[in-house]
Structures are given as C-alpha cells and as structure tokens.
Nanobody
Framework: QVQVVESGGGLVQPGGSLTLSCTASGNIFSPNDMGWYRQAPGKERELVANFNSGGTTNYVDSVKGRFTISRDYAKNMVYLQMNSLKPEDTAVYYC?????????????WGQGTQVTVSS
C-alpha cells in the first residue's frame, strides 16, 4: 500500500511564494512519475508539473517560469516551489505517484492541500 501526504499550502497575497512538499511511502515501484495536480472550484483537475519516469519535467503553460518542481528520489519526495502567485492559482493541489507493473497502472493521490492567492 502506498501513502501520499502533502503539506505547505496556505493563504498568500498575489505576487507571493509558497512551497509545497509531498512524501510518498510504502511499496512504491520504480521507475515512477511524481507530480502535482490542482483543481479549482468548478474546474477539472489539471496537471501542474511532474517528473516522468525518465526524469523529464513537464509544466502546464500557465505556470512556466513561475513554478519549479524538484524531486528527492532517495526519499520519494517531490516539491513545488511557487513564485509570483496569481489569484488564478487558487486551487486544491494534489500530489500524485503513478507507475506500471506488468502492464497494470497504479495511481496514488494525496488528500490535497489548499492554496489560496488573495489580497
């Protein structure tokens, strides 16, 4: 069983910064993808940034140049440094771990952490 736990959300003013952290524990197979998704009220969940199993990073266009994802492979941790935050970044942010074993996809989510950008 895999557990995924996020931390670091909160309330921040426009232009401010936050860092989200995520720890995955349990029976995690490698290689795996780890990353961040977000869901704003009334909208679908979207990928924000991730590391794929090959170690390549991907970002949604709206956060490029403002957000940076980093990863500690030894500790199964992933971070999201968010700078120059905008009100439209307000959402619940979810950490995700996924991998394939013998053709079966395994997909694990954290409980989510709220990020609110408001003056």
């Amino acid at each position: 069983q895999v557990q995924v736990v996020e931390s670091g959300g909160g309330l921040v003013q426009p232009g401010g910064s936050l860092t989200l952290s995520c720890t995955a524990s349990g029976n995690i197979f490698s290689p795996n993808d780890m990353g961040w998704y977000r869901q704003a009220p009334g909208k679908e969940r979207e990928l924000v940034a991730n590391f794929n199993s090959g170690g390549t990073t991907n970002y949604v266009d709206s956060v490029k140049g403002r957000f940076t994802i980093s990863r500690d492979y030894a500790k199964n941790m992933v971070y999201l440094q968010m700078n120059s935050l905008k009100p439209e970044d307000t959402a619940v942010y979810y950490c995700n771990v996924q991998y394939r074993v013998a053709g079966t996809k395994y997909d694990y989510w954290g409980q989510g952490t709220q990020v609110t950008v408001s003056s």
